[in-house]
């Protein structure tokens, strides 16, 4: 294990106080949708307006950053991938030092106290070779936040992923052979937290970065594994996903909820979670200076249309569940039209949503459709800008770049460009340190209350008879011609 260390002090107020103020930070005071995260942002909230009467207090940091990297963690029963992938960053152990306060206002916790920072990325994770695809697929169809599935019919879930994953897994991995044999999601978001934590080391923070993904290594579970092992005391939880959705901030921070009711340590340890961030000042600034110089590349830079392509959710979880994904994005396209105008660029745009999966109705104008109706309108110059998520992946790539591209030309559009993911824009990733650095004080305690998990989850027997006559149902459906069609039609 080699180690470096290093010191700083970290003015509180300056921290806590001022950057808060200074951005464009809009933290929700309420929110309607179904889960259980509205006390989540009320934390947030209260927390913030807590941090601006905060006292001047100065922690004390020191750290020492190691290359040493602990075991591997949470595997999945049915997964077969190998259970030796890591999901730390680049670890930095960081343990502070002694608490002053340079002001007047001593209040009870003047006494000293030992910081360790924790910064948690998370992120959807994706297959790394074609093997993983099927394995990968049923992780995400086996999520409850992505086929909403009545009460009654919570015991086909597991028969119901592998029948939906094994449909969608040739088609799937037919787009993922296509961009290199695998997605690149993992290998992003590990450069993204390498640069986070650099970013936040320069301004002053030392802290652990780790990579929690949903459905693939590492594991969300895996990283907290880790961060209960590291001791973190303080904890930042910063989903890559600018705006919120249930099916992806929301079922990420479901899992972290669960695990952290039913832990001693996790259920008491200061969390921040930052449930959404488009709005942030940096991050449009960021979107713009990709889409002007992205417009750099078309003779005619005033004739180009700019098409943001948002990954689509189903209507229900608008209409129904109230997932705010749909007004966030809306107002996030706004945000990006209001800073290119600033900057003397006008020109037309229009939002449409890519990427839906099965039979119901998803998020209109679908993105296909919008191509052909521009086409056969006469617009000639296209510039399509991927939106809600922040690195390259299989729909950027494949399905933007290879699918959409040619059904533009195909359709009459003549100058095709492809605006790239943030990645780790520099602009990007400070703004993100700066929106951990204003997270920070508003940590709560994820839940006080430790709920009694249900027995029924862990009855083996109960899961043996939901698992048998899942199956059979599941076979039934399977041979039902309609559901043979309806497959062919939607998952290939
Ligand atoms: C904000 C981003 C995303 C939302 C919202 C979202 C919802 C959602 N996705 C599916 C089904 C699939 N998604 C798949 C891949 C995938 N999804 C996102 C992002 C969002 N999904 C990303 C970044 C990726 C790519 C990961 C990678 O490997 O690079 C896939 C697998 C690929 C494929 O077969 O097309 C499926 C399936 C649903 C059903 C859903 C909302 C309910
Ligand atoms: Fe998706």
Redesign the pocket.
């Known amino acids: 294990m080699s180690a470096t260390s290093c010191s700083g002090v970290l003015p509180r107020t300056k921290l806590f106080g001022s950057n808060i103020c200074k951005s464009n930070h809009r933290v929700p005071t309420s929110c309607s949708y179904t889960r259980s995260l509205k006390s989540v942002s009320c934390h947030l909230s209260e927390g913030l307006r807590d941090h601006n009467k905060s006292s001047s207090k100065e922690i004390v940091v020191s750290c020492s950053s190691s290359s040493d990297k602990g075991s591997s963690l949470v595997g999945r029963s049915h997964h077969c991938g190998p259970i030796d992938k890591r999901n730390t960053v680049g670890q930095t152990f960081c343990s502070a030092g002694v608490s002053t306060y340079s002001g007047a206002q001593v209040d009870s916790d003047s006494h000293a106290i030992e910081e360790k920072i924790g910064v948690l990325l998370l992120n959807?994770?994706?297959?790394e070779t074609l093997d993983d695809?099927q394995p990968?697929?049923f992780n995400?169809?086996a999520d409850p936040?992505?086929?909403r599935l009545p009460r009654l019919f919570q015991f086909l879930r597991q028969p119901l992923a592998k029948l939906i994953s094994v449909f969608?897994a040739p088609?799937?991995k037919e787009?993922?052979a296509a961009i290199g044999g695998g997605?690149?999601?993992r290998k992003i978001t590990d450069e993204q937290a390498h640069a986070l934590k650099r970013a936040l080391e320069a301004k002053n923070m030392p802290v652990n970065v780790y990579v929690g993904m949903r459905y693939?290594y590492p594991f969300t579970e895996e990283a907290i594994q880790q961060i209960k092992k590291d001791k973190i005391t303080r904890l930042v939880v910063l989903p890559l996903?600018p705006?919120f959705?249930i099916?992806?901030t929301g079922s990420s921070i479901g899992v972290l909820q669960r695990i952290f009711r039913e832990d001693a340590y996790l259920s008491e340890l200061p969390v921040s979670i930052i449930n959404s961030w488009y709005q942030r000042e940096g991050y449009i600034k960021s979107m713009a200076d990709l889409i002007e110089k992205e417009f750099k590349s078309f003779l005619k830079p005033e004739e180009v249309m700019i098409l943001f392509s948002?990954?689509?959710?189903?209507v229900s979880?608008v209409e129904d569940a109230g997932d705010p994904?749909k007004d966030q994005m809306e107002e996030c396209i706004y945000l990006i039209m209001q800073e290119l105008k600033a900057r003397g660029i006008n020109n037309e745009h229009t939002l449409c949503y890519q990427?839906r999966?099965?039979p119901i109705q998803w998020l209109k104008p679908y993105t296909d459709e919008v191509l052909v109706e521009l086409g056969q309108k006469g617009v000639k110059s296209l510039l399509a800008v991927p939106v809600?998520?922040v690195?390259e992946?299989?729909?950027t790539l494949e399905?933007i770049d290879m699918e959409y591209k040619h059904l533009a030309l195909e359709s009459g559009i003549e100058n095709w460009g492809r605006v790239p993911a943030l990645g780790c824009t520099s602009t990007f990733i400070m703004d993100l340190a700066d929106a951990v650095i204003e997270a920070l004080p508003s940590a709560t305690a994820i839940s006080t209350s430790r709920s009694a998990s249900k027995a029924v989850d862990h009855d083996p027997m109960q899961y043996i008879i939901k698992m048998f006559f899942g199956s059979i149902l599941a076979v039934f459906l399977l041979l039902s011609p309609k559901m043979v069609q309806a497959f062919r039609n939607h998952l290939f």
């Not at 959807?124 to 297959?127: A, D, E, I, K, R």
Request: hydrophobic share 35%; charged share 10%; proline share 7%.
């Open positions: 959807l994770g994706g297959p695809v990968f697929l995400l169809f936040d992505i086929i969608r088609k799937s787009g993922y997605s690149p999601l693939w996903y705006q959705s099916s992806t948002a990954h689509g959710v189903p979880y994904y990427s999966v099965g809600s998520f690195s992946h299989i729909e399905e």
